[in-house]
């Protein structure tokens, strides 16, 4: 009897990835293949549409071999992608220059301005803080300093958008990733013709705005031939990943909360509304006509646990070094770390952000910093968290994936400072599912959505500490209080 798989397919900001499921979600077989990341000069970040494109294609066909999959197995491919890249494109199709990816911040004077000027009017249509990672402000930036590829480009793209261009001969954009590029807007589900003019580009240079279970026509055989699939299996171009891992973690219902902690981290929620903070501390986008995505990013997740490992120049695994922080009570023995190391997105929103330990002794010891920066990193999603609450209500269940979820400390830790059970599949391509699942609604193999809840394997369920939880409550009003204060000095 024949399998019925299908492919998930993850462009991210560090890897190309595709994993190969059943469809109660189990991972048959995955491939990665890793993004190299270029800094040209202090705050810029880029990376090569080319170079990813191949990418995509090499860990399909690798995923395809390792599971070994047969020409009638493979039911569809679904798209997921990171957001905010910016690329230049000619009337070919080839790119002119190097992708400008979210973590660029070359356009940080721009988003300034902008915040200044039409800040709130516009987060209001898009539901897109004004922040350097947005495309918008890249596209201002371009403007300004006459950069050469804007000049001649014929058309702008996500990565995304580039790899479907290549492979499909189609320029089209789901309603997600037309969604995070500040040049949406959120009620007419078209381009912004006020973003449009700021930006100055026209909508003939964008892509076709399309719901995510669009299905592209026009695989080319080549590339076919080179991934070793049939010529006819269906591309659903599915959405962002942010959007992609809720759905494919089975937080889409009022009350669920997802919760992304990898290198940075994020924390949303579906909304059957637009729904736009009056504080602007966290983002609104697209996902279908029916469900929007409100939430926050972090620019601070694993990265700061990262940097002071290398800081201590410890020389052992992150699981030995977050066991050393069992052995410390929650606190820290009053040791807070506001982890903006990286500058900060959302709930600042200001790249001149910086990290602060507050409260060191000469008894702490290594042990200590590491317990209070997971406590710092477990605090700002809190504090992100609390704008959700706002306007979405209070949370009953929080998923949780990314590398931190592999933390049982740091598990125990999430659940005690927001107080609610937390709940963590055994797979971790969330977003892959997410996607291979958009693409099995798109073709009619299941019903909905919402199906997806009866289809996402579960590892254990952490229960909270009220005792701990009261703890962490005391001392978060603290940490919020003196990041208050602290913001007078980025």
Known sequence: ?????????????????????????????????????YYPQTGWVEQDPNEIERLAVLAVRSAVEKAQIKEDELLTVGFSSAMHS??????????LGRAIIWADGRSTEQAEKLKQLEGFKLYQKTGM????????????WMKENRYEPYQQAAHFMSIKEFV?????????VDFAMASATGLFNLNS???????????????????????????IKGFKSEIAMEMGINVNVPFVIGSADGQLANLGIGAILPGEVAITAGTSGAIRQFSKNASIDHKHETFCYAFSKEYSIIGGPTNNGGIALQWLKELLNYEGSFDELTKEAEQVLPGAEGILFHPYINGERAPLWNQQAKGNFFGVTITHKKQHFVRAVLEGITFNLYQIGQALERIAGEPNKLYVNGGLSRS?????????VFDKEVYVPESHHSAAWGAAWTGLVSIGKVDSFEEIKKNVPMGDVIKPNKQNHLVYKEIYSKYEKLGRDLSKYF
């Open 86 to 95: 910016l690329i230049c494109v000619d009337h070919d199709g080839d790119a």
């Open 129 to 140: 803080p004004n922040h350097p990672m947005s495309p918008l402000t890249k596209l201002i």
């Open 189 to 215: 589900f078209q381009w912004d013709e006020e973003a449009l003019e700021i930006a100055a580009v026209s909508k003939e240079q964008l892509s076709t705005i399309v719901p995510p279970t669009e299905c």
């Open 164 to 172: 479907i261009l290549k492979w499909f001969g189609q320029r089209v």
């Open 408 to 416: 049982p400390l740091w598990l125990q830790m999430l659940a005690d």
């Open 1 to 37: 009897m024949s399998r019925e798989l299908v492919i998930g397919l993850d462009l991210g900001t560090t890897s190309a990835k595709a994993v190969v499921f059943n469809l109660q979600g189990n991972v048959v077989a995955e491939a990665e293949e890793m993004i190299t990341s």
